[in-house]
């Protein structure tokens, strides 16, 4: 399947309770025959401290990583006009939903030099 960001969203858009319990559902269809047999470690996925990394009570983005220093050749343009596509105008009302959506989530704001359109 395509990258689809469906089900994703659709897990962190519900209530904290809820996705917990569907965590916790999950396990039986998402964890492999032989480490289901292995009692310490189902026990550790039911733990506080996978659960606190799997079902946030808010989620503020991946975090932790320190900015890229990329590193391109001197003769490397400083900036490159990014070709984008226009939207379908039936479609972007639902594209605009869709991206507002993301940006909560995952799209921030960025002036690097280094771009990619949105792709619909």
């Not at 733990?47 to 890229?68: A, M, Y």
């Not at 939207?87 to 989530?105: D, M, Q, W």
């Amino acid at each position: 399947m395509p990258v689809a960001f469906g089900p994703v969203l659709a897990f962190m858009e519900t209530s904290y309770d809820e996705a917990r319990a569907e965590y916790f559902n999950m396990l039986k269809d998402h964890v492999g025959e032989q480490l289901a047999r292995c009692p310490q470690f189902i026990n550790i996925l039911k733990s506080e401290l996978c659960v606190d990394r799997f079902v946030p009570k808010e989620w503020t983005g991946i975090q932790g990583f320190p900015p890229l220093d990329l590193q391109v050749k001197e003769d490397f343009p400083p900036f490159h006009k990014v070709r984008s596509r226009p939207i379908n105008p039936r479609l972007y009302e639902h594209a605009k939903k869709e991206f507002e959506s993301l940006t909560g989530y995952m799209y921030r704001h960025s002036t690097s030099l280094c771009a990619s359109p949105l792709v619909i």
